[in-house]
């Protein structure tokens, strides 16, 4: 059974920068896609960028490139979400979510999601 | 960029379909899965590849996938069905998942 457990919440200033993590149990850790996906206060889902910690270099979403790093640690089973540059736009939930063997597979396995508030 | 076009919002009554459809451009010629989400909680997927059930997902949902719609069909739906429901597919144009902006069911 795949668990995907994360970081507790954040309140971050503008301008500032954030490092959620995503520890994995159970399964195969290396070999399988995590990605980042965000939910706004009452808005829809959205896709950030994904990782294989075999492999390494990430996918990242147009609108978040130069902004977020993902990186993975494979030692501790851990992958980690970085967003820099702040803004109050960035107030969210961000779930980490493992899919198949590459990024373009489903989400089988959610973590239980942090938020963060972005707020002066 | 891929755009997916979900109603807003459904209701339907215990016992009855539910049908959520899932708009995109020759939407057929890409594999779409499905999320549920309830108020609080994390994401789960209900529906993968069009039309298969992970695991632990009941029979009474299924999906299908055709020209430019796919459809989440929740039969004999029960009150903890209410969520909102989301669709996603790969745009490989793009190199990015792209998700519907999803539907509030809601059940009578």
């Known amino acids: 059974q795949v668990r995907l457990l994360q970081s507790g919440a954040e309140v971050k200033k503008p301008g500032s920068s954030v490092k959620v993590s995503c520890k994995s149990s159970?399964?195969?850790?290396?070999?399988?896609?995590i990605s980042w996906v965000r939910q706004a206060p009452g808005q829809g889902l959205e896709w950030m960028g994904g990782?294989?910690?075999?492999?390494?270099?990430?996918k990242y979403a147009q609108k978040y490139q130069g902004r977020v790093t993902i990186t993975a640690d494979k030692s501790t089973f851990t992958v980690y979400m970085e967003l820099s540059s702040l803004r109050s736009e960035d107030t969210a939930v961000y779930y980490c979510?493992?899919?198949?063997?590459?990024?373009?597979?489903?989400?089988?396995?959610w973590g239980q999601g942090t938020p963060v508030t972005v707020s002066s | 960029s891929f755009v997916l076009t979900q109603p807003p919002s459904l209701s339907v009554a215990p016992g009855q379909t539910a049908r959520i459809s899932c708009g995109g451009n020759?939407?057929?010629?890409?594999?779409v899965h499905w999320d549920q989400q309830k108020p609080g909680q994390a994401p789960v997927l209900v529906i993968s590849?069009?039309?298969d059930r992970p695991s632990g997902i009941p029979e009474r949902f299924s999906g299908s996938n055709s020209e430019n719609t796919a459809t989440l069909t929740i039969s004999r739906v029960e009150a903890g069905d209410e969520a909102d429901y989301y669709c996603?597919?790969?745009?490989?144009?793009?190199?990015?998942?792209?998700f519907g902006g999803g539907t509030k069911l809601t059940v009578l």
């Open positions: 020759n939407i057929g010629t890409k594999s």
């Open positions: 996603q597919v790969w745009d490989s144009s793009s190199d990015h998942w792209v």
């Open positions: 590849y069009n039309s």
């Open positions: 979510a493992r899919s198949g063997g590459s990024v373009d597979t489903p989400m089988y396995n």
């Open positions: 159970g399964g195969t850790f290396s070999s399988y896609a």
């Open positions: 990782i294989i910690p075999m492999f390494g270099p990430s």
